[in-house]
């Protein structure tokens, strides 16, 4: 880690002084009588002492993990400083090696006041356009950071569920009923082969993108409930409530899926009479709430529930998506089991 | 008298597939109930007490490797044992167990070929039955080896068990321990001076523990044998254990009751 970050300094090190030499030919193109050397020189001096004071400064500062970068007026602070360090200090390096190499050779020396203005006005502005730069190279690389970042978690929510969704006994119980309706009911049969179709189709589509429509994430729900509905008989009942104007809000794909089979697992599987699920969307405050509810055994049995991989999954795909502004609450009690997610519509 | 069997299955498709499964191929049997949990299963086998029990493994509340051992404890003596049958979908270890056993088996989805290998299994032991009277030791000794699941890996064995009680923790040494008894989500720590509640499961604290020292007893119990100080037959042929200083007495499940005689 350390020595990624020396790396990393190493190049923005280089990159600053090809950009000072870019700077000093520019100069030398436009006044083409100046001697080369001086500019070069003072062009580098003042360039490496900005990015010395600005890039070496940031990473003693606390820095968002954004950017890489200080707070607001802490940056523009640690941006003015590296500015006028490098001015001064800089200008004072530049004169010292010009005159132990003699770049300025037979060459007038230049007259400092006169030269004032424009020195001022270019290290200004490159070190303005540096730090930019670099400001934004960090945004960047960050949001292409965190792009990746959801995409491996919406790959790991998927191969969760392929985990749970070919689990043996699931596949086999699941074949075993389809089996079994194939000879009294030929009609229902293939019914429950369609639903399971969709079912496998959802998770096995590699293409998927990582968001989709509210309605969408409900239809793979009801697929999966339709299913289980067949297996478990009256032992299951369900409610899925998705109102028409939410119907397209796009959220993660299978966000809801380890919420809903959680739900059959640990919560109705386990209990004798069975229960009701219900899952709802809402919108509330500007912001969309799904709700997953059971009236299985709740904490009786599963006194680990709550830090499930499947929770802890879905608390990370929000968090890569929408940072702090999406959540989920989840709850076991006497009656059943309680998750509720929130988060912003897009 | 035709044959009878006890069909336990929570799935109702499946249970009426093998229900209809049956018909084909044993005609003659009838079925006397269906039920869909362990317990359930349990009350209607005392009370039909059938020749032959079909048993889902997995099923809410009680599956049926426990449904299978409590029925075993509370058989009366005077009547044979039924045959039993164990149901599954997919469960690799239990059907390796399965294929050593004469305990039998059969795979979801029931196919009607495997069926009637079954089938006529059972009717070769019902008719051993009615000339010799079943061997309830057998089935015992088969119903305890599947319960033991998988022999888990070795662990590090417990030198203390940590238990909180209140806000602090307490620390009791393991051959403080008289025994273990599961309750609910929480399983007791009985120990010469009191109780503590522990939130880890029975089955995941037996392999950290002694297996010399520490003896199940009872689906839900394990006792410190070096704690036992002796072992009473009561009028219905039931084993009770007495502990050194403690008045409580202890169940022992016929599972287990071999585990106790004179040397």
């Known amino acids: 880690m350390r020595r990624l970050e020396a790396l990393d300094k190493l190049q923005n090190m280089l990159q600053v002084m090809a950009f000072c030499l870019g700077i000093a030919t520019a100069q030398y193109i436009v006044t083409p009588e100046r001697p080369y050397g001086p500019t070069v020189a003072y062009s580098l001096s003042i360039g490496l002492v900005t990015w010395a004071i600005v890039d070496l400064g940031r990473t003693f500062m606390p820095s968002a993990a954004e950017t890489g970068w200080p707070s607001g007026p802490t940056a523009i602070a640690l941006v003015v400083v590296g500015i006028a360090g490098g001015f001064f200090i800089g200008n004072g390096i530049g004169g010292v090696v010009c005159r132990t190499f003699g770049l300025y050779g037979s060459a007038p020396l230049p007259d400092p006041r006169a030269e004032l203005r424009s020195s001022v006005v270019i290290t200004v502005l490159a070190g303005i356009v540096g730090c930019y730069y670099f400001y934004s190279v960090g945004r960047s690389s960050y949001l292409e950071r965190k792009m990746g970042e959801a995409k491996q978690h919406a790959d790991e929510a998927r191969l969760k569920l392929l985990e749970t969704q070919l689990e043996p006994h699931m596949l086999f119980n699941t074949l075993a009923n389809l089996r079994a309706l194939i000879g009294v009911d030929p009609g229902r049969a293939q019914q429950m082969l369609d639903h399971m179709i969709a079912y496998l189709r959802a998770t096995l589509d590699a293409s998927r993108a990582t968001t989709h429509p509210l309605q969408a994430e409900f239809d793979r729900l009801r697929d999966y409930l339709e299913l289980m509905a067949i297996r478990m008989g009256p032992r299951l009942t369900y409610t899925l409530d998705l109102p028409p104007d939410l119907a397209n809000v796009r959220v993660p794909t299978l966000l809801l899926q380890p919420l809903v089979e959680n739900a059959i697992q640990h919560g109705l599987e386990p209990k004798v009479q069975g229960g009701r699920i219900t899952v709802r969307a809402a919108r509330q405050h500007g912001q969309l709430v799904v709700t997953v509810d059971d009236t299985g055994v709740g904490d009786a049995h599963a006194p680990s529930q709550g830090s499930g991989f499947g929770l802890s999954q879905i608390r990370e795909r929000l968090a890569a998506l929408h940072g702090d502004r999406a959540d989920l609450a989840f709850r076991t009690g006497q009656d059943g089991a309680n998750a509720r997610i929130t988060l912003p519509i897009a | ?263």
């Not at chain 2, 048993?55 to 426990?66: A, E, H, T, V, W």
């Not at chain 2, 469960?91 to 495997?114: H, I, N, S, T, W």
């Not at chain 2, 061997?135 to 088969?142: F, W």
């Open chain 2, 1 to 263: 008298m035709n044959p009878t069997a006890l069909i336990a299955e929570d799935e109702p498709l499946l249970a009426q597939a093998l229900q209809a499964e049956l018909a084909r191929a044993w005609p003659e049997l009838r079925i006397v109930a269906s039920v869909g949990d362990g317990a359930a299963a349990v009350q209607a086998a005392l009370q039909d007490r059938p020749d032959v029990l079909f048993f889902d493994i997995r099923m809410p509340g009680q599956g049926g490797l426990d449904a299978a051992a409590e029925l075993a404890d509370a058989w009366p003596g005077d009547a044979p044992f039924p045959a039993l049958v164990f149901v599954t979908a997919y469960d690799q270890y239990a059907v390796q167990a399965f294929e050593a056993q004469a305990v039998d088996y059969v795979l979801k989805p029931v196919q009607a070929g495997r069926l009637q290998k079954t089938v006529e299994k059972l009717r070769q032991a019902l008719a051993q039955r009615a000339a010799r009277g079943t061997d309830l030791e057998a089935t015992l000794g088969q119903l305890r080896h599947l319960l033991q699941g998988a022999p888990a890996a070795p662990q590090p064995q417990l030198k203390v068990i940590q238990a909180s009680v209140g806000n602090s923790i307490r620390l009791v040494p393991i051959d403080e321990v008289a025994y273990f008894e599961a309750a609910d989500k929480y399983v007791r720590v009985v120990c010469a001076d009191g109780e503590v509640l522990i939130r880890t499961p029975l089955k995941d604290l037996l392999p950290q523990l002694d297996a010399q020292l520490f003896w199940q007893i009872h689906r839900g119990t394990v006792v410190r044998a070096t704690a036992v100080e002796s072992v009473h037959r009561d009028e219905a042929g039931k084993l009770h254990l007495a502990l050194r200083g403690h008045k409580e007495r202890l169940p022992v499940s016929r599972l287990y009751a071999h585990l106790f005689k004179a040397m």
